[in-house]
């Protein structure tokens, strides 16, 4: 272990005083230990063991349900840097606030100290975290989530080269919850909650927002993305890389099962969260998941919707704030068509039948080895070479079910622009507004989102094979609310157009916004979607698109003259060719 390492761990332990300090190893043992107590201290229980076995329910504190991004601050030195989209604390200022809710924050509790490993053992792109936290509850998760304890300081070895996370639930009051990133240090602060993405320091906190700054002084780039394997029939592997924002369905695009597999047509995952993409010396963009599980949205997943999660949460796993069945068994809205009586509700009361069974950001987290669609290369330490991206939001309306950009620097800029309605994964805000998401990186980007948007644009010119870009929307609906498009393993019909288009063998018509398909340029064969439909999904309002150029017009006064030239470049060309 390294001195660095040390002396960092014996200063927390000064500020936040346990009673004990425990190294994690990330044995069966040790975790076995750790779940056996909290099934005794009450902080998780044990589920039906013959249906699920090793699986357990956390009910959190009703007021730490889902990520709190007014709480989330990006200390950079300086405000400019943290640019217009983040909140900005001063470090100093950050260090003030949050100190005395760390001082004695630990007392009576036990200190765990994670070391945990981003990405594949021995792959050049992992980098290695270690995480302080005084929640067994994130210890278990991390453990799933992440290659966490030995493997992690084997990676190290005597390298200083590690990004530390302190975490402490401190009294979980909303009032006194911080979660800032220093930038400069690569470290990041979070007390007052102990929910997935502000206490998980791995996930969005180290692998997007941290490690997007790390991509930009380094030249890679790290991004909330699922990545897909589809195998063609004649048996080539082709890799999807896709940005959605949360809630949109990128866990269940990420497990689709093909309903094409008698053509031929597989579909494997690799990842559906994050991604970390880099150059490779083929000038193709190469990319691995550096997560090791799933920290999946429950409710909506069911046997219809995402069988390969439900194959992959039935052992091992670990349930947040859903309802359980009087057998034991976990349940949530859309996993099964029948309500079984007797539920307990996501607060451990008696179900009344007035509100959700299960809190809607309700979360599975389970081994990402477990899935039946996880590809033979998930953990391929080279990563895959990313042939299309695809970004997409919720519209209801305006944003046909595909477009495909005519050059890079018409991708970003169709990137830059998606917007999605808001959820439940965001507890700040109502849900069911439209704002703008930039390649659905906006509450975790690291830095100035302009800037990004010229690192993206940087990106492009070291590739000569970059990927091909696209924007999808899976959820255009008809004129009485109904969806137009069935979604789920459909998509797949979409894909194989972009894949297609990315080896130029399917055909495309060009419109103002970009290129579309026409519907006998789409797979169809056994799905009854009807012609007039079809056109519905495929079609551009020139009337409509010219409000929506406004509305990015004035996104992007936000950004000043810090907004890339080609970028205002786009717009305008966007709004010549609407006329
Ligand atoms: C997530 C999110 O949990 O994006 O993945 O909110
Ligand atoms: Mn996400």
């Known amino acids: ?54 699986c357990y329910l956390h009910r959190s504190d009703p007021q730490d349900v889902a990520r709190t991004e007014h709480l989330t601050f990006i200390s950079s030195a300086d405000e400019s840097q943290a640019g217009p989209t983040n909140n900005w604390l001063s470090p100093k200022d950050a260090r003030e606030k949050l100190t005395p809710l760390y001082d004695g924050s630990m007392k009576g509790r036990t200190m765990y100290v994670v070391p945990y490993l981003m990405g594949p053992a021995g792959s050049p792109f992992s980098k290695v975290g270690v995480e302080i936290t005084d929640s067994p509850y994130v210890v278990a998760n991390l453990r799933i989530m992440t290659r966490m304890g030995n493997i992690a300081l084997e990676h190290l070895g005597d390298s200083d080269d590690f990004a530390p996370g302190l975490h402490s639930l401190g009294d979980l009051s909303p009032d006194r919850r911080f979660i800032t990133h220093f930038m400069d240090e690569r470290l990041v602060w979070s007390v007052g909650s102990g929910y997935g993405g502000n206490a998980l320091l791995s996930k969005k906190c180290f692998a997007l927002r941290i490690a997007s700054v790390i991509a930009r002084d380094e030249g890679w780039m790290a991004e909330h ?85 439900m194959r992959t949460f039935n052992s091992n796993s670990m349930f947040t704030n859903v309802a359980m069945t009087a057998d034991s068994l976990p349940w949530w809205e859309g996993i099964s068509d029948d309500t079984p009586d007797g539920l307990t509700d996501w607060r451990g ?29 998930w953990e391929d330490g080279q990563g895959v070479p990313i042939d299309v991206f695809l970004f997409g939001g919720r519209r209801a309306r305006l944003a046909p079910l595909v477009y495909e950009s005519t050059s890079w620097e018409h991708g970003v800029f169709m990137a830059s622009t998606i917007g999605s309605e808001t959820t439940a994964a965001q507890q700040s805000g109502a849900v069911g507004v439209t704002r703008r998401d930039p390649m659905a990186m906006l509450p975790f980007c690291g830095y100035h989102m302009a800037d ?12 000569t094979n970059p990927p091909k870009v696209f924007c999808v929307n899976w959820f255009r609906k008809d004129a009485d609310g109904g969806w137009l498009w069935p979604g789920f393993g459909e998509n797949l019909r979409v894909l194989l157009w972009a894949l297609q ?17 026409e519907p006998a340029d789409l797979n169809l064969e056994g799905l009854s979607v009807s012609g007039g439909v079809l056109d519905e999904l495929l079609a551009v309002r020139r009337d409509e698109w010219r409000g929506e150029a406004d509305e990015v017009g004035e996104f992007y006064e936000k950004f000043g003259d810090r907004l890339p030239a080609s970028m205002a470049d786009q717009l305008s060309a966007l709004r010549g060719r609407l006329g």
């Open 225 to 309: 993305m699922l990545i897909l394997e589809v195998e063609m029939p004649d048996g080539s592997l082709k890799y999807v890389g896709g940005a959605f924002p949360s809630a949109c369905g990128k866990t269940n695009l990420a497990m689709l099962i093909s309903p094409l597999e008698q053509q031929g047509y597989k579909v494997r995952t690799i990842g559906d969260d994050i991604a970390w993409l880099a150059p490779g010396e083929d000038g193709r963009l190469w990319a691995i998941n550096p997560e090791a599980g799933f920290f999946g949205v429950a409710p909506g997943t069911g046997e219809d919707t995402n069988p390969n999660a």
């Open 452 to 463: 990004y948007f010229h690192h993206w644009l940087d990106m492009g010119k070291k590739l």
């Open 349 to 377: 009361d008696a179900w009344t039948g007035k509100a959700p069974a299960s809190h809607p950001n309700a979360r599975y987290t389970c081994p990402a080895s477990q899935c039946p669609s996880i590809s033979p290369r």
């Open 501 to 517: 288009r990315a080896e130029g063998e399917a055909g495309a018509v060009e419109t103002p916004i970009g290129l579309l398909p």
């Open 1 to 54: 272990m390294t001195t660095r390492l040390q002396e960092w761990v014996d200063d927390v332990a000064r500020m936040t005083r346990p009673d004990r300090i425990h190294w994690c190893d990330g044995s069966e043992g040790e975790i076995e230990r750790l779940n056996g107590e909290m099934v005794d201290s009450g902080v998780l229980h044990a589920l039906n063991d013959d249906a699920y076995p090793n």
